[in-house]
């Protein structure tokens, strides 16, 4: 096995155990690279079919590129496709877009709160019709006692930090300091009833093995992580305010994949495109609030 073998095995591995130990999971998809990687490797470990239900917090800023992505996969690969959304706070306008909220504090509201409401069923979820493509509000409101997560340690300083099952607790929110000891492909997965678990498969891969994987297996991923004749192309993806390109001239994957071995953007972090991350001084805040 070479290492792109090894990363596939232990994240196949992880979802599988994930399945087996929770009652009613689900997995986020963020319509990014490593959390399409994520649903790649689902559908690999469960034979092509991918029996959790994929969540996507839509804050209705989303570069709309990234929707009709989601929206065809998510109808091309027959998945349960369920959006949430913090509809009151778009609907008081309580945003950054709108100059009624800072950036921290438009996160807060249209990523934090959302998925938290979304995940516990306080709050509408709506679920993709496959006969028609037309999303309609979801009968089931049932508590979602875990989430598959894409997030990397190599992305982020505090997701560093993570485990392959990491508990927070009843509002979503997660103690750094109390985190179980993972040794030797040991994981702990019997936790306190309430315990709410965040499962990482992904914790052990680089960005430089996700582009390598999505090459190998030919994942389909949105163009915007492509230059189109501007010079610049996205790295990270997330609300368009506040996601600015990088200088690139790649065009395809494999191009990334040089660009990224030639050591271009080493000492550049992989979300330096993200303007809430330079304003909280880094996600753990966020994170330590319920952020992905």
Same mark, same amino acid.
């Given at each position: 096995m070479n290492h792109l073998d090894k990363l596939e095995a232990q994240s196949v591995y992880i979802l599988r155990e994930a399945y087996r130990e929770f009652k009613n999971i689900c997995m986020l998809w963020s319509i990014g690279k490593d959390s399409t990687v994520l649903l790649w490797l689902a559908r690999k470990a469960f034979f092509e079919h991918v029996p959790i239900p994929l969540v996507h917090i839509d804050t209705h800023y989303k570069i709309p590129e990234m929707i009709q992505y989601r929206d065809k996969l998510a109808h091309q690969w027959r998945l349960t496709m369920i959006y949430g959304e913090n509809s009151e706070a778009l609907r008081e306008k309580r945003t950054f877009p709108d100059g009624k909220a800072d950036r921290l504090a438009c996160c807060q509201a249209l990523k934090t709160e959302a998925l938290k409401n979304t995940l516990s069923g306080e709050w509408p979820r709506y679920v993709m019709d496959l006969k028609t493509g037309k999303y309609i509000e979801d009968q089931n409101r049932e508590k979602y006692t875990g989430v598959i997560v894409g997030v990397r340690a190599d992305e982020e300083g505090s997701r560093s930090k993570e485990r392959y099952f990491s508990p927070r607790d009843q509002e979503n929110d997660w103690d750094v300091g109390d985190q179980p000891p993972e040794f030797w492909n040991q994981f702990k997965t019997d936790f306190a009833p309430g315990t709410h678990i965040r499962i990482h498969p992904l914790l052990d891969w680089t960005e430089l093995n996700v582009w390598e994987y999505i090459e190998r297996e030919k994942i389909p991923v949105t163009s915007l992580y492509f230059d189109q004749g501007s010079g610049k192309? !996205?790295?990270? %993806?997330? *609300? !368009?305010? *506040? +996601? %600015?390109?990088?200088?690139? +001239?790649a065009q395809n994957v494999r191009e990334i994949i040089e660009e990224l071995q030639s050591g271009k953007f080493a000492n550049i972090a992989e979300r330096s495109g993200r303007a809430q991350d330079k304003d909280d001084g880094g996600l753990e805040t966020l994170r330590r609030g319920g952020y992905m």
């Open positions: 192309r !996205y790295r990270s %993806l997330g *609300c !368009y305010p *506040c +996601t %600015l390109p990088v200088e690139s +001239t």
